[in-house]
């Protein structure tokens, strides 16, 4: 039986089998409204897109990891993926990096920074500590789900699974390392507020910076989203970047769908 594609390289199969449910996602049922019948595939259509194509289970759910693929020589065991999905595709070209929002999870976030004392009144100060709690906030995640801790997932062989696409249809994948950077190898400021600030007013945005520029962003108090901008070469894997299956001359859309689905009921509803 083979591996899951997780302890190896996605084969071209696999990659077109993904390709090609994606592309069913244009027929007016995927997330992204384009067209009065057009649609395109969402970050939920990509989570149930890759646990088909991959024979794993999406969790539909806030759990840790999206999709759960089986390990086919130890029962009860699982790899898991956290799918991402991002219109960020033209970056990459730009700076290499891929953009990946890890989580927007303030509540958990803050809670790890008030173990360190930290709050709002004081976070500003000290932005170092900052960071390394919210790295250690996403790895205590996925190690309370680990092997280890009794739960079911091999985190060791767990990835991030991230989809970048852009408008003008490219779409590309790349599988990344769940384990974030050493905190302390990173340069950690909340930037100065630029112009129509008042002077040296300090932002809300926490920026990670690698020494090539920002890795990680956090707005602990507009959102709470943790942004996360490794770089391309860095991935275990990528794709090449490739483009939706077109859906040739069919009648696609959810009202033709159901016409064709129960063409007597609905000709009873309409007529």
């Known amino acids: 039986m083979a591996l899951p594609f997780i302890q190896r390289k996605p084969t071209a199969k696999e990659v077109e089998r993904l390709r090609l449910i994606l592309s069913t996602f244009q ?31 999406a969790q539909e759910s806030k ?26 595709l033209n970056r990459i070209g730009r700076d290499g990096r891929v953009t990946i929002e890890v989580s927007n999870s303030a509540g958990q976030f803050w809670m790890g920074l008030g173990t360190r004392g930290l709050n709002q009144g004081n976070y500003k100060n000290r932005p170092s500590d900052v960071g390394a709690s919210l790295i250690e906030t996403v790895s205590e995640w996925h190690n309370i789900v680990s092997l280890e801790r009794g739960g079911s997932v091999d985190v060791h062989n767990s990835y991030y ?8 249809g490219d779409y590309q994948l790349h599988q990344l390392s769940l384990k974030l ?10 930037p100065i507020l630029g112009r129509g600030a008042e002077p040296d007013a300090i932002g809300r945005r926490l920026a990670g910076n690698d020494g090539n520029g920002n890795l990680f962003e956090w707005y602990g108090e507009s959102g709470g989203q943790l942004k996360y901008y490794p770089l391309a070469a860095n991935a275990v894997w990528a794709s090449k970047v490739f483009r939706l299956e077109p859906l040739g001359d069919i009648e696609y859309g959810i009202v033709n769908k159901a016409h064709a689905y129960f063409p007597k009921q609905w000709e009873r509803c309409t007529g």
């Open 27 to 57: 027929d007016g049922t995927g997330m992204l409204q384009v067209g009065d019948n057009r649609t395109l595939p969402g970050w939920r259509d990509f989570e149930r897109a890759t646990a088909l194509a991959f024979n794993g289970q």
């Open 63 to 88: 759990a840790i990891f999206d999709v759960l693929l089986p390990d086919v020589r130890k029962k009860e065991v699982f790899y898991g993926l956290s799918c991402k999905m991002r219109s960020e």
């Open 161 to 168: 699974f991230i989809l970048s696409w852009n408008r003008q």
């Open 181 to 190: 950077p050493d905190p302390d190898q990173i340069a950690w400021s909340f």
